[in-house]
């Protein structure tokens, strides 16, 4: 038998990139679904160029990778976020925000339900964020990433008897290269949040790839349905 295959989506930079390095490192191979490729393809990496905002698209993507290989891993990591309060939303932005955060996960998560079926296995990890809990600013993104907790709880339970796990990882404040290109060390924004955040510091994309790594291990295979904050404490009250 080769390598399992693991679907990994949005994983050309950021969070994602993070995630396909460990797993191929675990000795994985990784599809990216991904609008660009990364910066440098990795050894048991394949790139395949996927509008995952668009449905019509992600579906025929998932579609023919399944008449080529077994899916039994996934992580529905793509995400956007628009950042604007409640009286400068625009329909717009709800849309784009609900194709990508809600309805990609869906879609790819449903089209490999036959396959997790056959095997008797499967594992689904989530990406969501603390900003589910409530951020200023965040009222569909928030909405979105808080629908995805629902639908985790939800798929777990409908595959359970599946041998099929589902969890979702809600990273807190991440240093991605678009985050720290917005928040420098130094400036007093970064520093204020740092102030916040019980453990005090940043976290690391590694970080959040560790725990999306340990949930696709098949000791992970008594842990479904769970939501697991990697926020450095925030989700649990401010400091002071």
């Not at 660009?36 to 996927?50: H, I, K, R």
């Not at 809990?133 to 985790?152: D, E, H, I, Q």
Request: hydrophobic share 40%; proline share 5%; with cysteine.
């Amino acid at each position: 038998m080769g390598k399992p295959l693991v679907l990994v989506t949005g994983g050309s930079r950021g969070i994602g990139r993070a995630i396909i390095e460990r797993l191929v490192k675990d000795g994985y191979e990784v599809l990216n679904f991904s609008r660009t490729p990364p910066a440098n393809m990795l050894p048991g990496e394949t790139f395949d160029s996927v509008d995952l905002m668009n449905p019509q698209a992600t579906q025929q993507a998932i579609d023919h990778w399944l008449t080529k290989r077994e899916i039994l891993h996934l992580v529905n990591n793509a995400g956007m976020i628009h950042v604007a309060n409640l009286e400068d939303v625009t329909l717009e932005q709800v849309q784009e925000m609900v194709n990508l955060n809600l309805k990609a996960p869906m879609l790819l998560t449903k089209a490999l339900i036959p396959g997790f079926k056959r095997a008797g296995y499967g594992r689904v990890v989530n990406i969501g964020s603390r900003a589910g809990l409530g951020k200023v600013g965040r009222t569909v993104y928030s909405a979105t990433k808080a629908g995805l907790v629902g639908m985790t709880r939800t798929w777990s339970l409908e595959l359970a008897a599946y041998g099929v796990t589902v969890n979702l990882i809600a990273p807190g404040a991440i240093g991605t290269e678009l985050f720290n290109a917005s928040n420098p060390d130094d400036s007093p924004q970064t520093i204020a949040l740092k102030a916040s955040i019980p453990l005090g510091r940043i976290g690391k994309p590694e970080e959040i790839a560790h725990i999306a790594a340990m949930l696709m291990d098949p000791l992970a295979g008594y842990t479904t349905g769970q939501v697991i904050y990697v926020c450095g404490g925030l989700s649990v009250g401010q400091v002071g």
